[in-house]
C-alpha cells in the first residue's frame, strides 16, 4: 500500500503517430501508463496533416481513466512534450481553422528557398537561415497565407502540438524556449520573437505566444474536462520538445551523445550554456533560470520507421522475429542502404533524397537487405555524429527510443561507431522527461534516478570490417546527394 504522502506527477507525451500518458510516483517508479495510436493524412503530394482535436479527445480520455484509479488531490503537476515544429493555427475562439502542418510535411520546399533568397544574413538571422527547412511554422505559416488568405484571415494563435494541448487543458497560451528556439521565427541571441523577420515577411507578432521556462506552471488543469467537480490545484507545466524532454529522462549533462530510434533517428548533444555547434540544429533548452543547457539535435528523417517500413510494405512480415539470423551475417553482407526515405534536413538540406540499395548480385539475398536495412541506418547517424561534432571523440552512447529494444541493433551500433553502446533497462523516455518537469516545479530540482545500464562493447574484428563498409557506404551516398542536386540545379 503506498504512503498517504505520495506524490504523483504525469507526463505526457504527443508522438507523431502516438499519444502516451504515463504516471509517475515521487520515487519515479510507473503507476500507470496509458498509449493509443493514431493516424494522420497523407496525401500523394507528400502533405501531412491532422486535425489537433484527435490529440485532445485521446488526452482527455487518457487523463479520464488515470484518475478513475488515482485520487487528483494527490497529483502534483502534469509535464507535457511531443512532436516539435507540427503546427497548429487557431481561430480567436481557440479553434483550429484548418489540419495541423505535421513537422513531416514536404509542401514548404519552395518557401524555404524563398526565405533564404529573401532574408539578409547577420548575427540575428544566421540561426533562421540555418534551421529553416520543409515543415517548419515559419515555412507553415507563409504557405498558409500565400495559399489560404480566407484561413490566415481568421488566424488568431500559432502553436505547437504540445502548447495546444496545454492551452485546451488550462485555457493558457504559451510556449517554451525549445520550440520557440526551433520555429524559424525567434531570435536565439536576443531570446524574443524576431523583429527582422516578421516584418520582411509581414506576419504579426500577436499571433505568437510569450516564451517561459519549460519547468514554469501554465495554469492548473481545468477538471471539468475529465469529469470532476472541484477546485484544481494540479499545475500543468510549460513542458518542451520531445527531444529536450528524452535528455531530461535520461539525465543527460554535457558528456555522450544520445541517440534516439524513433519515428526518425535523431542525435542529441547537451553543450554548456554558450556552446553552438555549426551542424545541427541548436536548441535552447531552459528549464529554469538557473538551467539554461543548449540541446544540439541532428535528425535522420527515417529512422526506426524504415523497419515498419520494410516489415509491412515490402517483405510482409516482422523483420526483427529474423534478428537471430540476420545477426550472424554481421560484417560480410555486400549490400549498402541509403536510408533517406524522407529526405534531409540536418547534413544535406534535400528534401526529395530518397532511399536506395548497392552493391546487389544474383547471391544477394532477403536477409541481405534486411540487414542492409540496419545498417544504413547506423552508418547514417555515424556520420551525423561525426560532422555535428568533429573536434570532438566518444568513447560511449546512450541509444533510446523503440528501436534501442531491438536485439540486433545496440550490437550494430557498437561496432560501426566503434563505442560502447549503454540501453537503459527502465524506460526513460520523452514522457518521463516531460514528467520530470512537473517534478522540477514543485522541487526546484529534478529527481535523482536509478538507471540499470546494459552495455554492448565493440570486437575489434567487426568494428574494421564496418569502418571498410562505412567509407563504401559514405562513396554511395555523396554520388547520390550530387546527382540529386544536379537535378534539382537543372530544373
Known amino acids: 500500500m503506498k504512503d498517504a504522502t505520495v506524490e504523483y506527477f504525469i507526463g505526457i507525451d504527443i508522438g507523431t503517430t502516438s499519444i502516451k500518458s504515463v504516471v509517475y510516483d515521487d520515487a519515479f517508479q510507473i503507476i500507470d501508463q496509458k498509449n493509443k495510436k493514431y493516424a494522420y493524412i497523407i496525401n500523394e503530394n507528400g502533405w501531412t496533416e491532422i486535425d489537433p482535436s484527435t ?4 488526452v482527455l480520455e487518457q487523463l479520464r481513466e488515470i484518475f478513475s484509479i488515482i485520487s487528483y488531490q494527490k497529483v502534483k503537476g502534469i509535464g507535457i512534450t511531443g512532436q516539435m515544429h507540427t503546427t497548429v493555427f487557431l481561430d480567436s475562439d481557440n479553434q483550429p481553422v484548418r489540419p495541423a502542418i505535421m513537422w513531416n510535411d514536404k509542401r514548404t520546399g519552395d518557401v524555404v528557398e524563398r526565405i533564404k533568397a529573401q532574408l539578409p544574413e547577420n548575427e540575428q538571422t544566421k540561426n533562421i537561415l540555418k534551421i529553416v527547412s520543409t515543415g517548419s511554422p515559419l515555412a507553415n505559416l507563409i504557405w498558409v497565407k500565400e495559399h489560404e488568405p480566407d484561413y490566415y484571415e481568421r488566424l488568431d494563435k500559432l502553436l505547437i502540438a504540445k502548447d495546444y494541448i496545454r492551452l485546451v487543458l488550462t485555457g493558457e497560451w504559451a510556449t517554451d524556449f525549445c520550440d520557440a528556439s526551433t520555429s524559424s521565427l525567434f531570435n536565439v541571441h536576443k531570446k524574443e520573437w524576431s523583429r527582422e523577420l516578421l516584418e520582411m515577411f509581414h506576419l504579426p507578432s500577436t499571433l505568437l505566444p510569450k516564451v517561459q521556462y519549460a519547468s514554469s506552471s501554465a495554469g492548473n488543469l481545468n477538471l471539468a474536462l ?3 467537480k472541484g477546485e484544481s490545484q494540479i499545475p500543468v507545466i510549460i513542458g518542451t520538445g520531445d527531444n529536450v524532454a528524452s535528455a531530461i529522462a535520461n539525465q543527460s549533462k554535457h558528456e555522450d551523445p544520445i541517440i534516439s530510434l524513433g519515428t526518425s533517428g ?19 533548452a531552459e528549464i ?5 543547457r543548449i540541446v544540439t539535435q541532428g535528425a535522420l528523417q527515417s529512422g526506426a520507421k524504415v523497419i515498419e517500413w520494410w516489415s509491412n510494405q515490402i517483405i510482409l512480415q516482422n523483420v526483427t522475429q529474423f534478428e537471430c539470423e540476420l545477426e550472424k551475417k554481421l560484417g560480410n553482407n555486400k549490400v549498402i542502404f541509403f536510408p533517406y526515405l524522407s529526405g534531409d534536413k540536418t547534413l544535406f538540406n534535400e528534401s526529395n533524397l530518397s532511399g536506395a540499395f548497392y552493391g546487389i548480385d544474383l547471391t544477394s539475398t532477403q536477409n541481405d537487405f534486411s540487414l542492409a536495412v540496419y545498417e544504413g541506418v547506423a552508418f547514417a547517424i555515424k556520420r551525423l555524429i561525426q560532422e555535428m561534432h568533429s573536434d570532438r571523440s566518444f568513447k560511449q552512447v546512450l541509444l533510446i527510443g523503440g528501436g534501442a529494444k531491438s536485439q540486433l541493433w545496440p550490437k550494430i551500433f557498437a561496432n560501426v561507431l566503434d563505442m560502447t553502446i549503454q540501453v537503459n533497462q527502465e524506460s526513460r523516455e520523452a514522457s518521463c522527461g516531460a514528467a520530470m518537469l512537473a517534478y522540477y516545479h514543485r522541487h526546484h530540482q529534478f529527481p535523482e534516478l536509478v538507471t540499470p545500464l546494459k552495455k554492448i562493447v565493440p570486437e575489434k574484428e567487426l568494428t574494421a570490417k564496418y569502418q571498410k563498409k562505412y567509407q563504401s557506404f559514405i562513396e554511395f551516398s555523396n554520388v547520390i546527394i550530387q546527382k540529386e542536386r544536379r537535378q534539382k540545379n537543372e530544373t
Open 55 to 58: 490529440w485532445s479527445k485521446i
Open 288 to 292: 529554469s533560470k538557473d538551467d539554461q
Open 226 to 228: 475529465v469529469g470532476i
Open 266 to 284: 535523431v542525435v542529441i548533444l547537451t553543450n554548456s550554456k554558450d556552446e553552438w555547434l555549426a551542424k545541427g540544429k541548436n536548441i535552447l
